[in-house]
């Protein structure tokens, strides 16, 4: 018997249907519950991975703080106190820096990780004396920072008021009976020479009114005693005169280095790891540069009047 229309029909729609109840089927009862098992797996995925990321953020941590510990301040606050106070005017002596003051503070605890410690010190010096202060406070390896920096100058006189504001770290759990000896490894160079160029160039504009130490400080003469030269260096801001031996240090408001060489009328200077030549009336602004070649040279023929 050959179907009618409306059977064929009635067919159709029932064959829609189940593919409908087929595809419902599918997506509620196998593709969603696939599709949710997998977003739960991303997710703890994720959560894993985050959980291994604090993890090794914690054991790099955990090493870091006992690290720290090697360079803390003494657990005992006096004593911490004392012993960085002492290193801190021995560090201002060592620069030559004057009229030297530090005081301190109560520590403040700071996220229940560690204590700060504040000490300010107040001094008076040159440029190139706060420079060498500066070199030995960041060659040094303790945990401490220098929170603020005031230099005001004294006049023309190539002279700084200077006040530094510092933090020293205490962490707790240290065993600590003294302060770090050991050095650090945060500055380029660990020649404190190579920092004169800071003084050498006047970066605080010390020259009002012309009064430029480099211009200020010249070669003011060369004379003998007991049969050796010996060069004058005059620092015509201060007035002061510097009588100084071949191969000995010199220091003055605009640079330190050493005498080289002196002549009957000129002397060879080093300073910041240069050589510049000078003649008797010439300032430090004045004098020249003595290229690689001539300094070799100009060693070799000093080498020769040590050993005579």
Same mark, same amino acid.
């Given at each position: 018997?050959?179907?009618?229309?409306?059977?064929?029909?009635?067919?159709?729609?029932?064959?829609?249907?189940?593919?409908?109840?087929?595809?419902?089927?599918?997506?509620?009862?196998?593709?969603?519950?696939?599709?949710?098992?997998?977003?739960?797996?991303? %997710?703890?995925?994720?959560?894993?991975?985050?959980?291994?990321?604090?993890?090794?953020?914690?054991?790099?941590?955990?090493?870091?703080?006992?690290?720290?510990?090697?360079? &803390?301040?003494?657990?005992?606050?006096?004593?911490?106190?004392?012993?960085?106070?002492?290193?801190?005017?021995?560090?201002?002596?060592?620069?030559?820096?004057?009229? !030297?003051?530090?005081?301190?503070?109560?520590?403040?605890?700071?996220?229940?990780?560690?204590?700060?410690?504040?000490?300010?010190?107040?001094?008076?010096? %040159?440029?190139?004396?706060?420079?060498?202060?500066?070199?030995?406070?960041?060659?040094?390896?303790?945990?401490?920072?220098?929170?603020?920096?005031?230099?005001?100058?004294?006049?023309?006189?190539?002279?700084?008021?200077?006040?530094?504001?510092?933090?020293?770290?205490?962490?707790?759990?240290?065993?600590?009976?003294?302060?770090?000896?050991?050095?650090?490894?945060?500055?380029? &160079?660990?020649?404190?020479?190579?920092? !004169?160029?800071?003084?050498?160039?006047?970066?605080?504009?010390?020259?009002?009114?012309?009064?430029?130490?480099?211009?200020? %400080?010249?070669?003011?003469?060369?004379?003998?005693?007991?049969?050796?030269?010996?060069?004058?260096?005059?620092?015509?801001?201060?007035?002061?005169?510097?009588?100084?031996?071949?191969? !000995?240090?010199?220091?003055?408001?605009?640079?330190?280095?050493?005498?080289?060489?002196?002549?009957?009328? &000129? !002397?060879?200077?080093?300073?910041?790891?240069?050589?510049?030549?000078?003649?008797?009336?010439?300032?430090?602004?004045?004098? %020249?540069?003595?290229?690689?070649?001539?300094?070799?040279?100009?060693?070799?023929?000093?080498? &020769?009047?040590?050993?005579?």
């Amino acid at each position: 018997m050959k179907p009618t229309r409306q059977q064929l029909l009635l067919g159709f729609m029932a064959l829609m249907g189940i593919f409908q109840l087929g595809d419902y089927v599918l997506n509620s009862m196998i593709q969603g519950p696939l599709e949710n098992l997998r977003n739960e797996q991303e %997710t703890l995925q994720e959560d894993i991975q985050k959980r291994e990321k604090l993890l090794s953020e914690a054991r790099v941590a955990g090493k870091k703080i006992e690290l720290w510990r090697k360079k &803390s301040l003494p657990a005992d606050i006096e004593t911490a106190r004392s012993l960085y106070r002492n290193w801190l005017l021995d560090v201002i002596r060592k620069a030559k820096l004057q009229n !030297a003051t530090v005081g301190s503070g109560s520590p403040a605890n700071r996220y229940g990780l560690y204590r700060a410690m504040p000490f300010d010190l107040k001094a008076r010096g %040159t440029l190139l004396q706060l420079t060498n202060a500066l070199f030995r406070f960041y060659n040094s390896d303790q945990l401490h920072e220098i929170k603020s920096l005031r230099i005001t100058p004294v006049g023309n006189s190539g002279q700084f008021d200077i006040s530094l504001g510092i933090e020293a770290l205490i962490i707790p759990g240290s065993k600590r009976k003294s302060l770090s000896t050991g050095k650090a490894e945060l500055l380029v &160079s660990s020649d404190p020479r190579d920092y !004169a160029i800071i003084a050498r160039d006047n970066i605080f504009g010390i020259g009002v009114n012309n009064q430029d130490p480099m211009k200020m %400080t010249i070669l003011s003469a060369v004379t003998s005693r007991n049969g050796k030269p010996i060069a004058w260096i005059t620092e015509l801001i201060t007035g002061r005169v510097i009588k100084v031996a071949p191969q !000995a240090p010199f220091e003055t408001v605009a640079l330190s280095g050493r005498i080289v060489q002196i002549e009957e009328e &000129s !002397a060879t200077i080093e300073t910041g790891g240069q050589r510049m030549k000078l003649t008797i009336g010439q300032s430090f602004a004045q004098g %020249t540069i003595i290229q690689p070649e001539a300094t070799d040279k100009l060693q070799t023929n000093s080498d &020769s009047e040590i050993n005579k």
